[in-house]
């Protein structure tokens, strides 16, 4: 199984990001998926997540308003569009697909299947 993470970057604060995360090895169309991201320093938090039929989603506080998920559920992609990026939202963000299909997108955790992560660099 593997999920590979794309699009980070240098980019200006008030720019916007489009992150994608390709899964293959196994489908995930039941399965819960989402991003995550740890800053230097910092653990490791959760950013957003998509329910394992699409139809719900849950955000951080932290980037509520500024981010929406999406997912392709036939071909088992996943992206993350993030805009007005502040410098705080520099971290390696990290894809993530639960293991067990019909989770909850807010259970996603570190017993699921994660991404080698992208590096977004916001820059003041």
């Known amino acids: 199984v593997q999920l590979q993470a794309s699009g980070g970057g240098l980019v200006q604060a008030g720019g916007s990001l489009r992150l994608s995360c390709t899964a293959s090895?196994?489908?995930?169309?039941?399965?819960?998926m989402g991003w995550f991201r740890q800053a230097p320093g910092k653990e490791r938090e959760f950013v957003a997540g998509?329910?394992?039929?699409?139809?719900?989603?849950y955000y951080a506080g932290s980037v509520r308003g500024r981010c929406t998920i999406t997912r392709d559920i036939d071909k088992d992609t996943m992206n993350l569009q993030i805009v007005s990026l502040k410098p705080e939202d520099t971290a390696v963000y990290y894809c993530?697909?639960?293991?067990?299909?019909?989770?909850?997108?807010?259970?996603?955790?570190?017993?699921?299947?994660w991404g080698q992560g992208t590096q977004v660099t916001v820059s003041s």
């Open positions: 993530v697909a639960a293991r067990y299909e019909y989770g909850l997108e807010t259970s996603l955790g570190e017993t699921d299947y």
């Open positions: 090895g196994r489908t995930f169309y039941r399965s819960a």
């Open positions: 998509m329910g394992w039929n699409g139809e719900s989603t």
